[in-house]
């Protein structure tokens, strides 16, 4: 075999290690949602069956499971609807097979009944489509004879498998901290790689860098809302599940900085931007502003450490402010409205990200004054 025919196959073999290695490394932080599933639908289908003496006790698991995984991350009152659907999905449906029986024009009607039922008492998304799901299943499957009614006993096996479902959520709840922090390190480290890119950019005289990290800026967006929406749902945890609540105060620590780093990454959006036009426009670069920049970088990776490590950010103030002082003190006497605009982010993304760090507007004042 030539050697043209070798590099393709041992760069396919490499990406396939990859990807497995990459599954691998998921699997083993799903630990939790594999206990949970394990324990879970067990438990729902024992109860239903064991404790209530359902004799087709096949919703409580299935309503479980339904829980677990699309309930799994999701805000509390959004998990209560998902499994308020199922079980209205359930009773609906039983209720109108009770009148005209099972079929196929049978299940059209009741799917269409089940959803506009849903929709009237507020439910949407996950729980209207679980709604849906549910009036199917119950359309499509016979109750054994002697079960009992089915309206009923469906209706409280889906609750029954919901409430344990959420039970095993709380009581083997995601590891809030480290969640969180997962996503704001990852946004952190991005964000102090755009900064120094804008840096390199006014050494080297060149605008293609600034336009780069413009772009890379932009570009963070879904990250910002996905760190957002990991924040609103590790509060709740910490707040709701006994397993967490010692996580609570750093918890909140990492949600009360979203809103500011989520103003650090437009300030730095704004810095990229006004970086390309200065040196597109041939302006000369104030001596010093790119070091401010890279101390500006620096601060963000301290910054990082003391919001894993619970530190008293201390330190990453001081840098803070250094960068600040350093932007302005670059600043010549004839300052031109980018050059000028370039210092101002430097001294807003420092001032946000010192609000971040607890500190107030006096106080963020008083230090940048």
């Known amino acids: 075999m030539s050697a043209s025919h070798e590099i393709p196959l041992r760069r396919l073999r490499v990406r396939s290690a990859d990807t497995m290695t990459d599954r691998l490394r998921v699997l083993r932080r799903r630990w939790r ?15 239903a069956t064991h404790v209530l003496d359902h004799r087709q006790a096949f919703f409580a698991p299935v309503a479980c499971v339904i829980v677990l995984i699309a309930g799994a991350g999701l805000r509390g009152r959004t998990s209560y609807e998902l499994v308020l659907g199922v079980s209205i999905g359930v009773l609906v449906g039983e209720l109108l097979i009770l009148g005209i029986g099972r079929g196929a024009w049978q299940m059209a009607l009741i799917v269409t009944l089940t959803v506009t039922i849903a929709t009237l008492l507020g439910l949407k998304g996950l729980a209207l489509t679980q709604a849906a799901n549910s009036s199917v299943l119950l359309a499509a499957v016979v109750p054994a004879m002697g079960a009992g009614n089915p309206a009923i006993t469906r209706f409280l096996d889906a609750l029954v498998g919901g409430a344990v479902g959420l039970a095993m959520i709380l009581l083997i709840p ?75 105060e750093h918890v909140e620590t990492y949600v009360s900085t979203v809103h500011d780093l989520d103003n650090a990454v437009r300030d730095a959006r704004v810095m990229a931007r006004k ?38 950010f201390e330190e990453a103030r001081q840098q803070l402010v250094e960068a600040a002082r350093m932007a302005t003190a670059a600043l010549p006497e004839a300052m031109t409205m980018n050059s000028a605009a370039i210092a101002a982010q ?14 107030s507007r006096d106080e963020i004042d008083e230090r940048l004054e």
């Open 33 to 47: 949602t594999l206990l949970r599933l394990s324990l879970g639908p067990a438990t729902a289908y024992f109860f």
């Open 174 to 248: 995601r590891n809030a901290v480290r969640d969180i922090d997962r996503e704001v390190q990852v946004f952190l480290n991005r964000l102090g790689g755009i900064l120094s890119r804008i840096a390199q950019s006014l050494r080297t005289i060149d605008a293609s860098l600034a336009d780069l990290a413009l772009q890379e800026a932009r570009s963070m967006q879904p990250l910002v809302e996905s760190m957002t929406s990991t924040a609103a749902n590790v509060s709740e945890i910490a707040r709701m599940s006994p397993m967490r609540w010692r996580q609570r």
């Open 275 to 312: 970086a390309s036009a200065l040196l597109r426009h041939g302006e000369p670069v104030p001596a010093g502003m790119d070091q401010a920049i890279d101390a500006l970088a620096r601060a963000i990776g301290i910054f990082a450490d003391d919001l894993s490590e619970r530190d008293d």
């Open 346 to 359: 430097i001294r807003s993304l420092a001032a946000d990200l010192l609000y971040a760090s607890g500190y």
